[in-house]
């Protein structure tokens, strides 16, 4: 195998067998799992309390209602007295009586407590749907009369596009996107510098050198790192599927994604996609230069400091987005979605806010590309000298010393 | 063959080598020496082409490149491995960047393992051995690509002395496999025990260069062992006897100012009857060392 797979392969086997890595790509399952779990115990255990009974000497009244309210009713409890037990002991909330003669339906609800708004209207609806069918009975129309009654008013709700929930799902979409490479740039700074960092003036680094060229190795390292990062990804978004289709399960969640689902589809729509390419490249020029960062390090001791370089750089792109995300136009942020480091928080931006042209993504994407070429060239030419020589001076001395070491 | 002409390093103002020339040749095991900062490490990381430098260095007539990297093997002064891999993920990923399989080192490693005597099992972790098995580790590492051409720094500090005789052993035999062996050491015993040529660097300059006895016989024969029981007054008394070092016992050292007058000594010593011990030597390495580096002899 090329020494290079290797290299990828040694790293990238290290820290995915991490538990570090281990936590970090499950602990938002398990807070997911833990949040979902709690909802869900929540919600039934407490809902007997919530639900009520349904009394009939009618069986088919009783069971036209449950069939209407299923979630609200315990159909187990069938007789007053069981259900007035029930509520005694806490067990339901109230239980209603259903009765109906040839010209009247009547509802009457016993309980220690007020009925909730939600379920009086749902009550009441069924109390005045059966009465009505009871009164087209009773009056014997025609069916032409019973269907000129039946017509129904028409409401229709018309909402342009740029309005509403396409805007909402720009903002939710800007700061899930910048948080998400926020938060993936600071993890893998970090785990990069410290990597690269705990080989500085290593012997192990002399041994590995004597074996294969440091730009090889260098590349290696980072294609271990970029597999690592696109293993958490693909784990996320796999896991985030996995967890869409067990909540759709849970009647809650499955009403409010129905509710809002256009805004869950622009969402996703942004998410994914070039936005999503922009992301991981993004994470790959920070690691690089996390790395460079990492190999400038006085020594193996220093690890813990050598991201900060990368941090405090994404921390600046980051906090740069902010007053322009309601103004992604503007001449300075569309200036700074070309700028390598930069561009992947602004052209995201750009392109949620729909202005940004195909051949400015294609553009800012070949910047991008050409500057993590270049990047990992050069690095790959000094890195030799970067991380052999050990001179506890200051940070420019020791690169000037790291970039003159071959010479 | 390995062969270094004309080697010059300078580091800012300090001149790290200069005009270095000596070959390694197959088949035998040259020993480095010379005292810290001399330029032994300087002259290894020149041959492995960490360093850019002045002058040629080429193995078997061409400049060493990364296709060479494979059949060279390096043991760097300081032991380091990676802690968190065990003894056998360690052997196999250095191997591999030797370009040797996985399936073909794996079979080996327990012999390489018996050989060293290292103490524990390939699934220990590194960081779980003592400083001396991962130190024997690493000349496992160094060693079980069969690489032809073989690099130590130190490769005898902090053994004790039945592992410093594995290691002789390890070098010999690799030396026997045709491999040509250069390795530094500041022990003068191991230098004289193994090598079959010596090259001495004082401040980056050769001071001394050739085999073995080639090194010793140019400092002439100007020492005599003795063990008599003349008195060391007595001894100081004798014809062109400089100087009297009571070694132990009735056991001295004399140095005499001229070789050649070994056996007028010898006649005044002796006078026709039996003597337990008269051997005439030249200096040894460690005296050599000392003289070269500047060092009074104690």
Request: proline share 3%.
């Amino acid at each position: 195998m090329n020494k290079t797979l290797i290299v990828a392969m040694e790293t990238y086997l290290g820290q995915v067998k991490s538990w570090s890595f281990i936590m970090l790509v499950l602990s938002p399952f398990i807070l997911l799992a833990i949040s979902l779990g709690i909802g869900y115990t929540s919600a039934t255990s407490s809902s007997d309390q919530q639900r009520i009974a349904v009394v009939s000497e009618q069986p088919a009244l009783r069971q036209r209602f449950i069939k209407a309210n299923r979630d609200d009713v315990k159909a187990s409890v069938t007789s007053a007295a069981a259900a007035q037990k029930s509520v005694d002991n806490n067990n339901l909330s109230g239980y209603l009586v259903l009765s109906a003669d040839k010209a009247k339906v009547t509802g009457v609800y016993h309980s220690s407590d007020s009925l909730s708004g939600g379920m009086k209207v749902k009550i009441n609806a069924f109390l005045a749907q059966t009465q009505q069918q009871l009164n087209l009975a009773n009056a014997q129309l025609s069916s032409k009369q019973v269907k000129s009654l039946a017509v129904q008013p028409a409401f229709q709700e018309k909402i342009k596009a740029s309005h509403g929930g396409a805007n909402l799902a720009k903002i939710i979409s800007f700061w899930v996107l910048v948080f998400m490479i926020y938060m993936v740039l600071i993890t893998y700074s970090s785990v990069t510098a410290q990597e690269i960092a705990s080989e500085k003036g290593t012997k192990v680094m002399e041994i590995i050198f004597s074996s294969t060229k440091a730009s090889k190795y260098f590349v290696g390292k980072i294609l271990g790192v970029f597999g690592v990062i696109l293993t958490q990804i693909v784990v996320y978004i796999v896991g985030g599927y996995g967890f869409f289709q067990i909540a759709m399960h849970l009647d809650n969640i499955k009403q409010l994604i129905t509710d809002n689902q256009s805004l869950v589809n622009g969402v996703i729509k942004n998410m994914l996609g070039i936005n999503l390419l922009f992301v991981f490249l993004g994470v790959i020029i920070y690691t690089i230069i996390s790395a460079f960062s990492g190999a400038l390090v006085a020594k193996a001791e220093d690890a813990p400091k050598a991201a900060q370089p990368a941090i405090y750089l994404s921390m600046i792109a980051f906090f740069l987005t902010m007053p322009f995300q309601s103004n992604s136009d503007a001449l300075i942020s569309r200036i700074l979605s070309y700028v390598p480091f930069f561009s992947s928080y602004f052209m995201p931006m750009r392109i949620i806010n729909d202005n940004a042209s195909g051949m400015e993504i294609g553009l800012s994407l070949l910047i991008l590309v050409a500057s993590i070429g270049l990047l990992t060239w050069y690095i790959g030419q000094i890195y030799e000298g970067l991380i052999l020589q050990t001179d506890d001076t200051s940070f420019w001395k020791r690169l000037r010393r790291g970039l003159s070491y071959q010479k | 063959m390995l062969s270094i002409k004309h080697l010059r390093k300078q580091f800012g103002s300090v001149k790290a080598l200069d005009d270095v020339s000596f070959d390694v040749p197959d088949n035998q095991i040259t020993g480095l020496i010379g005292q810290n900062g001399s330029g032994k490490s300087t002259t290894f990381h020149s041959i492995l082409n960490f360093l850019k430098y002045d002058g040629e260095i080429r193995w078997n007539g061409q400049p060493i490149k990364e296709a060479d990297f494979d059949s060279i093997g390096y043991l760097p002064e300081e032991r380091s491995l990676m802690p968190k891999l065990t003894i056998e993920q360690q052997i196999i990923y250095l191997a591999r960047l030797k370009s040797k399989p996985a399936k073909e080192i794996r079979p080996q490693i327990d012999g390489w393992l018996e050989k060293f005597a290292v103490k524990g099992k390939k699934t220990d972790k590194i960081k779980d051995l003592s400083k001396g098995n991962q130190q024997k580790v690493q000349l496992i590492v160094t060693l079980i690509h069969h690489p032809r051409l073989i690099i130590l720094d130190e490769p005898f500090s902090g053994l004790d002395p039945v592992n410093a005789d594995l290691l002789k052993k390890a070098i010999l035999e690799a030396r026997d496999q045709g491999a040509a062996i250069i390795f530094s050491s500041h022990d003068m015993a191991n230098v004289e025990a193994v090598c079959d040529r010596l090259v001495m660097l004082r401040t980056g300059d050769v001071v001394l260069n050739g085999t073995i006895s080639e090194v010793r016989d140019q400092f002439g024969k100007s020492e005599i062992y003795v063990t008599t029981d003349w008195t060391e007054d007595q001894l100081k008394q004798l014809p062109h006897v400089i100087k009297v070092q009571n070694i132990r016992g009735n056991r001295f050292l004399l140095q005499i100012d001229d070789p050649s007058k070994g056996p007028e000594v010898f006649e005044k010593l002796t006078d026709g009857k039996y003597i337990e011990e008269f051997s005439q030597q030249p200096p040894t390495l460690d005296e050599i060392f000392r003289m070269k580096a500047g060092i009074q002899h104690e």
